[in-house]
């Protein structure tokens, strides 16, 4: 069996402290108590989405932890994409490849889910030093989820 650590080799175990690298213990996760037919659904995505006017996620070489808040009621064609790590093509063409909205919105309208949030979020993917997304922003965002009655969460990662 192989040493993952050993082999990383990234400076020693100095990437563990800055929050780097695969640390992490698996998070629990539990199953859905009620059909989806009768959830309100949330997406988060990693995709770097900005609706028209936001803020821009900051693009360098320490990436950005942040999240930005997208209305359900966003012009998706002119969500702005800030993540220079993947080809923006798809989803500029088509958004549901990445961040489907407009899926979920016909997928209510047959009865397939419940409802949609008004709120959906989005991150940057690209996030090098993770501790600030873990003890700040996924919490804000959980937070959220659960005071707007979010059943479930459908998370595309870039």
């Known amino acids: 069996m192989v040493d993952r650590e050993r082999n990383l080799n990234?400076?020693?175990?100095?990437?563990?402290?800055?929050?780097?690298?695969?640390?992490?213990?698996?998070p629990n996760?539990?199953?859905?108590?009620?059909?989806?037919?009768?959830?309100?659904?949330?997406?988060?995505?990693?995709?770097g989405f900005v609706p028209p006017g936001g803020e821009p996620f900051k693009t360098g070489k320490l990436g950005d932890a942040s999240f930005r808040e997208i209305p359900v009621d966003t012009e998706f064609q002119r969500l702005e994409i800030y993540h220079p790590h993947y080809d923006h093509e798809l989803p500029k063409r088509d958004i549901n490849v990445l961040f489907p909205i407009p899926l979920c919105r016909d997928l209510v309208d047959e009865g397939a889910i419940g409802s949609l949030a008004a709120t959906h979020y989005s991150f940057m993917g690209y996030i090098p030093l993770t501790r600030k997304l873990?003890?700040?922003?996924?919490?804000?965002?959980?937070?959220?989820?659960?005071?707007?009655?979010?059943?479930?969460?459908?998370?595309?990662?870039?």
């Open 10 to 26: 990234l400076h020693g175990k100095a990437w563990l402290a800055l929050g780097i690298g695969p640390q992490r213990a698996r």
């Open 29 to 47: 996760l539990c199953g859905q108590e009620k059909p989806i037919s009768g959830s309100r659904l949330a997406l988060v995505t990693t995709g």
């Open 134 to 158: 873990e003890t700040v922003y996924a919490p804000q965002v959980v937070q959220r989820l659960k005071s707007e009655g979010v059943d479930v969460v459908l998370l595309t990662p870039t």
